[in-house]
C-alpha cells in the first residue's frame, strides 16, 4: 500500500520538512529543489499591503473587546495573527497557488507539484484546508468538528474538497 501525505500551501515555506518528507516517500530531492527555490523566492518578494492605520484598527478592536485589565492568551493570539498579515507567507497560505506570479514561477511551481505527485504528497493548492469550506469559521479541530456536521457528500461547498480526494485516491 502506497502512503500519500496531504499538506498545506506552507509546507513550501521552508526546506525542512519539505525536503525530509518528500525523500521519505521516495523522491529525489535534486530533481525538484531549483524549482522550489524559484517559486519560494517569487512568494518572499511578494510585500503585503499591511497598512499601519488598519493594523492599528484591528488591534484597538481586540483590546476593546477584552473585559479586565489582563490581556488573555486568546486576545494575544489574535494580535499574532493581525501581525502574520505582514508575512508574504500569510497570504500565501491563505491564497496558494493563486499568490506564486504568472510566468518562469508559475511554470516552476507546477513541475515541483507534478513531481509530488507521483511519490504520493498532495500540496492544497488553495492555501489550507480550511480553504475548502469558507462559510465555517474557525481553525483546526474546532473547523473540522463543524464541517463533519455538513453532508459530506452531497454539500456543494464541499465538491472542491471531495474533487481534491479523488485526485489523492486515484
Known sequence: MKIKVIVDFDIFKTENPLRPIYKELGGNWVEIESDWKIFKSAIEQKKPELQKKDLENEISKIFTSMDGDIVSQKAIDDIKGKLKKASPWAYAKETGRAFIPSGEQTQAYERVQAKLKDIGLFVIETGE??????????????????????????????????????????
Open 129 to 170: 484546508l480550511e480553504s475548502f469550506v469558507k462559510s465555517v469559521g474557525g481553525h483546526g479541530p474546532k473547523w473540522i468538528t463543524k464541517v463533519m456536521t455538513k453532508n459530506l457528500k452531497t454539500d456543494p461547498e464541499l465538491k472542491p474538497a471531495r474533487n481534491f480526494i479523488k485526485r489523492v485516491i486515484e
